[in-house]
């Protein structure tokens, strides 16, 4: 899976020296020392490189998120309702709507969420609602904004 696993340097320290049996003295010595920075410079490079093109082939298999962000979806027109049809709950649902908006700038139109944005009314239901749910959201949907 590409997955790394990481160990403290001074354990790797403790094992090279166990291994190679040198003495202390040499394996803190400058010139061992800028060896080794050389040898973990090198190994780690390309271990990354590895790493980032790992991921870049990763994200070109699921899909940036950022470019789907710029690709708009075509969403279907939204179908207009007329306030008459809703019978007497229309009626009080302008009247709900003049308390706290311009009654006719809001058009209303049927969608699939409950919104008002825009003076845009999204109603999700066709006919006036008739569950005491659906007035609450509709009534904290019209007194928010």
């Known amino acids: ?5 990481w160990q ?6 403790d ?13 803190v010595s400058p010139a061992n020392q800028s060896r080794e920075a050389v040898n973990t410079s090198t190994g780690v490079a390309p271990t990354a490189a590895n790493g980032q ?3 870049a082939q990763l994200r070109s298999m699921l899909g940036n998120k950022d470019e789907k962000k710029g690709v708009k979806v075509p969403t279907p027109a939204a179908e207009p309702i007329d306030p008459r049809s809703f019978g007497q709950m229309g009626r009080d649902i302008l009247l709900a709507l003049s ?9 209303w139109q049927h969608g699939d969420e ?3 944005k825009d003076n845009v009314l999204t109603l999700p239901y066709k006919t006036a609602p008739t569950h005491a749910v659906d007035k609450r959201r509709l009534w ?3 007194s928010a904004n």
Do not use: Y
Not at 1 to 5: A, F, K, L, P, T
Not at 99 to 107: C, E, G, P, S, T
């Open 114 to 116: 409950l919104s008002l």
């Open 53 to 55: 093109a790992r991921i």
């Open 1 to 5: 899976m590409g997955i790394c696993v």
């Open 99 to 107: 308390l706290f908006h311009d009654v006719k700038a809001i058009r």
């Open 15 to 27: 094992v090279a020296v166990t291994n190679n049996a040198k003495p202390e003295v040499a394996a």
């Open 140 to 142: 904290q949907v019209i």
């Open 8 to 13: 403290s340097q001074s354990a790797l320290n």
